[in-house]
């Protein structure tokens, strides 16, 4: 074995190594990303071995067995109770290993403008600008994959049945996920890092609409000449009217079949997907 130290002393009262997985694909390792799953149909295999000791201390992993959904379970429950309890504050909504969602009240709070092509009648946002305008209530969906921005109906906490509404920021695919571009992304998925995930939808640069953002809202004169009427005339209120239900007025920019009020995507369903 190498030289990872078999002790952790600082789990209180000190860890031992006493046991080890390992993982086998069909796919040559550089395939993999580091500590990463295998890719697509990869077939996959696991084992569970004893670690044994000798008189100095040194690790052998001994003889394995198939790991099993048991094991898992056993394994999942003994790391559960390691984890440190937290409160949750009333704005999150999920709080999970893999998801972490939470909505954002409505408010006017400063954006920053520098459109890489403004129309010519713009008013307020015809120059690199900051200037404070109302944004619509939002909901955060946080995963290892990416962040999920989604406007909200109403000022309120969302429930599982609340239905979501295309994000206006500048900075969301029409499928939901921010833009990252060359903002630092949060490297734990946890409650601490939602102030870094909220400056990133709200506090960088809107350069330009992205692809099919213009047919999510309401209205003939487009995303951007909407953000300068609210900036020029100082409103404090977005009007949410404007905003077309997730997944609608998006055909052909690979949101499927337009949607109807039927089949409206909803905070649960976000949820339930796991995914952003």
């Known amino acids: 074995m190498s030289d990872h130290s078999t002790h952790f002393e600082a789990s209180g009262g000190g860890l031992v190594l006493t046991k080890a997985i390992l993982l086998y694909t069909n796919q040559a390792p550089r395939h993999l990303k580091p500590y990463g ?12 071995h004893a670690v044994e000791h000798d008189g100095d201390g040194r690790p052998t992993i001994a003889t394995g067995t ?13 790391l ?8 949750l504050p009333e704005h999150v909504l ?12 409505a408010g006017v709070r400063p954006a920053y403008f520098a459109l890489s092509d403004p129309p010519a009648d713009l008013h ?8 404070p305008v109302p944004y619509p209530p939002h909901l955060l969906i946080a995963t290892r994959h990416g962040l999920g921005v989604y406007a909200l109906p109403a000022n309120e906490r969302p429930g599982a049945d609340t239905p979501v509404l295309h994000s206006p920021i500048l900075n969301v695919f029409v499928d939901g996920r921010l833009c990252w571009g060359n903002i630092p992304k949060p490297r734990v998925l946890s409650i601490a890092s939602i102030p870094a995930y909220e400056s990133a939808v709200f506090d960088s640069w809107s350069t330009h ?19 300068d009427d609210l900036a020029a005339r100082g409103a404090t209120r977005f009007p949410v009217s404007r905003l ?7 055909a052909g920019q690979g949101m499927g079949p337009r949607r109807t009020a039927a089949c409206a995507v909803t905070v649960g369903r976000l949820i339930a997907r796991g995914r952003v």
């Open 37 to 48: 799953a295998p890719q697509g149909d990869t077939t996959a295999f696991a084992s569970i």
């Open 80 to 87: 559960g109770r390691t984890a440190q309890p937290e409160l």
């Open 209 to 227: 609409p992205n692809p099919g953002q213009d047919r999510t809202i309401r209205g003939k004169r487009g995303l951007v000449r909407l953000w």
């Open 124 to 131: 307020a946002l015809a120059t690199r600008t900051t200037l």
């Open 66 to 78: 198939p790991l099993t959904r048991a094991h898992l379970r056993q394994w999942s429950e003994a």
């Open 244 to 250: 077309k239900p997730f997944g609608t007025g998006t």
């Open 94 to 105: 999920v709080a999970h290993p893999d998801m972490l969602a939470w909505w954002v009240p």
